[in-house]
C-alpha cells in the first residue's frame, strides 16, 4: 500500500530554520532538537519517506510528547501548518487499537449527542436557562457542563442574546486531536448543523477546531464576541472610565488578574487582545511572562502525559506565586483543570476562574476558596 | 599537504566511554535523533552522525575530546542549527556535539563593559540582558531568536547592524576553547588592549568549528544609544536602491541598518507579516539610525533626500517604536517567508565593496534569467551583502541545476568585482570548491597548515575549512 500520510503540501512547507526553536515547551524542557517542531517534521517527512518505519521508538515518542500547542505556528514565517500535521500524524499512530487506552473512555463518552447531554445531566449547567436557537448560539462543551457548569452560566448572563439550543453533541475536537481525524470533523459538522448561525464557544479548543472545520466566520470565542458586540459587557453598572482618580477606594480593591492564554484560541485563532482588555475593564491586569505558553494541560495530555503535563505547569505557578495573583483567568476547560490542580498542589491563594466568571462578577471577588490555607 | 580526515566507526566501546563522560541520558544514538541531527538549515544537504552528544561543561567537552581523538572519530560542534552552509552537517559521520545544554549567561559586567557567557546562549538572551542594563550587544543576525553565541562565534555572523556597528569578531575580546586533544586553552579576555600572542580568538571567529571547540565567550558590550529611528524608501527597480545606498554612504551618513528587498521579497514577506507593504513596488529599502535623538531626525532626513534623488517612489519614516520593529521583523523573516512560493529555498551570500552594489544587483539579475532561475534578492546592502535566493519545486532536477550554474556565476561575479563567495554564512560544505578561486592556492595551503596545528588526527568538522 503507496497512501501517503501527510498532505505533501503541508510537509514541504518547512525549510527547517530553526525559528519554531524557542517557541516550543518540549524544546524549552529538553533542548533537544528531536523534541522540536522542526526535529518532528524531520520525523514526520522520514515516515513518509519510508526512512523510519512508523512505530519507531523515537516517532511514537515524539508523536506523543508533543503538546500539540501551536506555539510554533503564529512565529513561523514559512507558515507551516504544524497543527493540521499532528492530526494527520496521531490520525495514523492511535488509530483504532493504538489508542492509549486512557483515551478510549473519553472519546466514548463524547462520541454521541446523547452521551453529551448525560454528562450535563450529571451536573446543573446551562439548561436551566435554556434557549431557543437564534442567530447567535452558545455551544456548551462537553467535559465544561459536567465539570463547570457555571461557565456556560456566567457566559448567558454576560449575553442574554445568545440561544442556547438542546441537543447539542461534541464539537470533535478531542478526537481530531488523538487520532480520529475523519470523527473529529464529522461532529464538527454535526454540531454545525444544531447550532445554525455564529457559534459562541466558551472553550479555545472547541473554538479553533470547529473553525477550522466550518470556517472562522460560522464561530466566535466567548471574548472575540463580546468585544465584538454593541452593548456594554458587563450585566451589572459599567466600570468608571477615567473616574480612577476620584474613587480611590475602588481602584485600590481592583483585583490583580492574570490570563493563561488557551493555545488553539491564540495560535490557531489570533485571539488574544480580546480577553486582556476585557480583564483590564474589571481588575488590574498582570501579564505573566508565561501568559502566552501551554500550561501543559493540551487537551489529553495532562492526562496521557502526566509528569511532563506538571514539568510544563511548574513555570506557569512559579510566576502565578510570584505576582501573587488574587485570579488567573483561564480561556479553556482543559487549562482551568490543569490550573486549578496546580494551584492547589502548591497552596496559593490564587483563584482560577473562567473569563466569564471573571466578567460576571465584575471585579467584586468573594474571598478565595480554593488554595487552602494560604494566606487571605 | 595531506591533511588526515577522521572516518566514523564509532564502536560501543566510544559509546560506553561518551556516556560515561556526559551521562547515558545525554548520549542519543536513536534513528529519529540521529535523523534530527543529520541536517542544519541547508538545504539538500544532510549527513547522518553516529552519536548526538550533550555535554555540560567545558571538562566534559575536553574529556570528548580526548575520546574522540584517540578513536579518530570526527566531531561536528553545533549550536542551534541555523546554518547555512551546511557547515554543521554531519557529512563524514561522528559526533554531533550540540553545546545547548551549556547555556548560562555568566556575567555582564557594567564596569568592564562586557559578557561572559557559554556557547549554548541564545543571541538574544544576551542582547536582552545586556539592555536590561542599558548596554547593547550589535550582532542581530536573523535567526537571533534561535541561533547560539557560539554558533554566532564560529561562523562570525554578521546581522542588520553591521554596517555601523561591525560583526561579531569585532565584540569578541575572549574565548576559553578545547582544543582537538583535549587541551583547553584560553585567548583574550577582558581587555579591549591585549597583544600577548598570536589572536586566537580572532583566529577562532569564523573557523566553523574546525579548529577548536569554544566553551566560553567574553564579548564586548557598547552603552545602549539613546533612540533609534527607522524608515523605508520604494523603488521602480533594485539597481534604483542600490544606487540610493552608494549616495547614502558617500553623503556623509552611517546609518545603523541599510536593508534592502526585491519585488519577489517584498511579496512573500508581506504574505507572511501583513503589514501593508506595497508589493507592486520593484524594491523596497529599510533604513535606520540610532544615537542622539537630533542625529537620528537629521541623519534620517539626508538618507530620505539621497533616496528622492535616486528615485524613490515614496519615503516614510516610521511613526512608532512598534511600526520600526515590525519593519525589522519582516526583515528578519524575508528568507523563511520566500518559502511560500516554493518549497525548496537556495540561499547565497555574495558581498561585493558596496560602491559595487548596483552593478551586483544588475549582473545577478541577467544571470537569473540567462538560466531562468527565479531568484529574489534581499540583503544588507549598507556593507554590500546580498542574498540572491532561488526559489525551486525540489522535484525539478533540471531546474535545481540551472540553481546552481547560476550561483557559479554569480560568486565569480562576486570575486571579479573584488567581493567575497560568503559575507556572513561561511563557507561550510556548499562553498568550499569556490573557496581557492577567491583566496589562491598558498592561502588555501596555508590554511590547511593552520588546521593540521589545531587538529593534528583532522576530526574537527572534517572536510570543511582547512581540509
Same mark, same amino acid.
Given at each position: ?116 447531554? =448525560? ?9 436551566? +436557562? ?24 456566567? !457566559? ?5 442574546? =445568545? ?81 480612577? !482618580? ?22 490557531? =485563532?489570533?485571539?488574544? +487582545?480580546?480577553?486582556?482588555? =476585557? ?11 508565561? !501568559? ?76 478565595? +476558596? ?7 | ?95 554531533? $556535539? ?155 551618513? $552611517? ?72 519593519? @525589522? ?65 525540489? *522535484? ?15 560568486? *565569480?561575479?562576486?570575486?571579479? @568585482? ?27 595551503? $596555508? ?17 570543511? @575549512?582547512?581540509?
Amino acid at each position: 500500500v503507496t497512501d501517503t500520510i501527510f498532505t505533501p503540501e503541508l510537509l514541504n512547507r518547512c525549510i527547517a530554520c530553526g525559528f519554531c526553536l524557542p517557541a516550543c515547551p518540549t524544546y524549552e524542557l529538553t533542548g533537544v532538537e528531536t523534541s522540536s517542531p522542526r526535529g518532528r517534521i524531520g520525523l514526520m517527512r522520514a515516515i513518509e519517506d519510508g526512512i523510519l518505519v512508523e512505530n519507531d521508538p523515537t516517532v511514537m515518542e515524539e508523536s506523543s510528547f508533543c503538546l500539540g500547542c501551536r506555539a510554533c505556528e503564529p512565529v513561523c514565517p514559512a507558515g507551516v501548518q504544524y497543527g493540521a500535521l499532528l492530526e494527520q500524524w496521531r490520525d495514523r499512530l492511535w488509530r483504532g487499537r493504538h489508542c492509549p487506552w486512557r483515551l478510549r473512555a473519553l472519546l466514548f463518552a463524547v462520541n454521541r449527542p446523547s452521551r453529551v447531554r =448525560l454528562l450535563g445531566l450529571l451536573r446543573r449547567h446551562a439548561r436551566t +436557562r435554556r434557549r431557543a436557537a437564534t442567530e447567535a448560539n452558545l455551544m456548551l462543551g462537553c467535559f465544561e457542563r459536567a465539570l463547570y457548569p457555571q461557565v456556560s452560566r456566567a !457566559a448567558t448572563a454576560l449575553a442574554p442574546e =445568545l440561544g442556547v439550543p438542546v441537543g447539542q453533541g461534541c464539537c470533535g475536537a478531542l478526537h481530531a486531536h488523538n487520532g480520529d481525524l475523519a470523527r473529529g470533523e464529522e461532529l464538527a459538522r454535526e454540531l454545525g448543523e444544531a447550532l445554525p448561525g455564529t457559534i459562541v464557544a466558551t472553550a479555545g479548543g472547541c473554538a479553533a477546531h470547529l473553525a477550522g472545520v466550518l470556517g472562522g466566520d460560522r464561530v466566535a470565542e466567548l471574548s472575540q464576541w463580546l468585544a465584538r458586540r454593541d452593548h456594554p459587557v458587563t450585566p451589572g453598572p459599567a466600570p468608571a472610565r477615567g473616574g480612577g !482618580a476620584s474613587q480611590p477606594d475602588r481602584v485600590s480593591a481592583r483585583p490583580r488578574i492574570g490570563l493563561q492564554d488557551s493555545c488553539h484560541l491564540r495560535n490557531g =485563532l489570533g485571539v488574544w +487582545r480580546e480577553p486582556r482588555e =476585557l480583564l483590564e475593564q474589571v481588575g488590574e491586569y498582570v501579564e505573566l511572562p508565561s !501568559a502566552a505558553g501551554c500550561c501543559g494541560a493540551a487537551g489529553t495530555y495532562a492526562i496521557l502525559r502526566p509528569r511532563d503535563s506538571a514539568r510544563v505547569l511548574d513555570r506557569h505557578l512559579d510566576e502565578i506565586a510570584r505576582a501573587d495573583l488574587d485570579v488567573i483567568a483561564v480561556v479553556n476547560p482543559g487549562c482551568y483543570r490543569q490550573l486549578q490542580q496546580g494551584v492547589g498542589r502548591r497552596g496559593l491563594r490564587t483563584r482560577v476562574m473562567h473569563l466569564s466568571e471573571v466578567l460576571v462578577q465584575d471585579g467584586r471577588l468573594e474571598p478565595s +476558596r480554593n488554595g487552602g490555607g494560604a494566606a487571605l | 599537504l595531506i591533511v588526515t580526515a577522521a572516518v566514523a566507526i564509532v564502536g560501543e566501546a566510544v559509546r560506553d566511554r561518551l556516556a560515561g563522560v556526559v551521562g547515558a541520558s545525554h548520549v542519543r544514538a536513536d534513528a529519529g535523533a540521529l535523523l534530527t541531527y543529520s541536517t542544519d538549515s541547508t538545504p539538500l544537504q544532510r549527513g547522518r552522525p553516529d552519536l548526538v552528544v550533550f555535554p555540560a561543561s567545558t571538562e566534559e567537552v575536553a574529556a570528548v575530546l580526548r575520546i574522540a581523538d584517540e578513536a579518530r572519530v570526527p566531531v561536528i560542534p553545533r549550536g542551534s542549527g541555523t546554518n547555512l552552509s551546511g557547515g554543521t552537517v554531519a557529512h563524514r559521520g561522528g559526533i554531533v $556535539l550540540a553545546l545547548t545544554r551549556m547555556n548560562r549567561l555568566l556575567e555582564i559586567d557594567p564596569a568592564d563593559l562586557v559578557a561572559v557567557c557559554e556557547p549554548g546562549v541564545r543571541t538574544i538572551e544576551l542582547a536582552q540582558a545586556a539592555t536590561a542594563v542599558g548596554l547593547l550587544f550589535p550582532p542581530d543576525p536573523g535567526s537571533q531568536a534561535t541561533a547560539t553565541i557560539g554558533g554566532n562565534v564560529a561562523e562570525c555572523s554578521g546581522g542588520l547592524r553591521a554596517l555601523k556597528y561591525g560583526v561579531t569578531r569585532d565584540y569578541v575580546l575572549g574565548v576559553q576553547a578545547v582544543l582537538a586533544g583535549g587541551e583547553v586553552i584560553r585567548s583574550g579576555g577582558r581587555l579591549v588592549k591585549d597583544v600577548a600572542g598570536y589572536d586566537l580568538q580572532r583566529l577562532l571567529c569564523g573557523s566553523e568549528g574546525t579548529l577548536a571547540v569554544i566553551t566560553e565567550v567574553t564579548l564586548r558590550l557598547v552603552p545602549a544609544p539613546e533612540g533609534s529611528g527607522t524608515g523605508m524608501a520604494y523603488f521602480r527597480a533594485l539597481a534604483d536602491a542600490g544606487r540610493a545606498v552608494s549616495r547614502v554612504l558617500s553623503s556623509g551618513v $552611517l546609518p545603523v541598518t541599510l536593508e534592502f528587498l526585491d519585488q519577489v521579497c517584498i511579496g512573500a514577506v508581506e504574505d507572511y507579516a501583513r503589514i501593508g507593504l506595497d508589493a507592486g513596488a520593484g524594491a523596497l529599502l529599510i533604513f535606520g539610525q540610532d544615537g542622539d535623538p537630533r542625529v537620528i531626525g537629521r541623519d534620517l532626513e539626508r538618507i530620505a533626500l539621497a533616496c528622492r534623488a535616486e528615485g524613490a517612489i515614496s519615503v516614510r519614516v516610521a511613526e512608532s517604536p512598534q511600526e520600526a520593529a515590525e519593519l @525589522l521583523r519582516a526583515r528578519r523573516a524575508v528568507l523563511p517567508s520566500l518559502s511560500r512560493l516554493e518549497p525548496l529555498t537556495l540561499l547565497e551570500d555574495a558581498t561585493v565593496p558596496r560602491s559595487r552594489i548596483a552593478e551586483m544587483v544588475d549582473r545577478i539579475q541577467e544571470i537569473a534569467g540567462r538560466h531562468r532561475v527565479r531568484i529574489g534578492t534581499f540583503g544588507h546592502a549598507g556593507d554590500g551583502n546580498l542574498h540572491p535566493t532561488a526559489v525551486l519545486d525540489p *522535484a525539478d532536477e533540471d531546474a535545481v541545476g540551472r540553481a546552481h550554474a547560476a550561483f557559479a556565476e554569480i560568486f *565569480a561575479a562576486a570575486i571579479e @568585482l573584488r567581493g567575497s563567495i560568503t559575507g556572513e554564512h561561511g563557507v561550510g560544505i556548499v562553498k568550499l570548491a569556490y573557496l581557492e578561486r577567491q583566496l589562491g592556492a598558498a592561502h588555501v595551503a $596555508l590554511l590547511r597548515r593552520i588546521k593540521l596545528a589545531f587538529d593534528p588526527h583532522g576530526i574537527l568538522n572534517p572536510g570543511k @575549512l582547512g581540509s
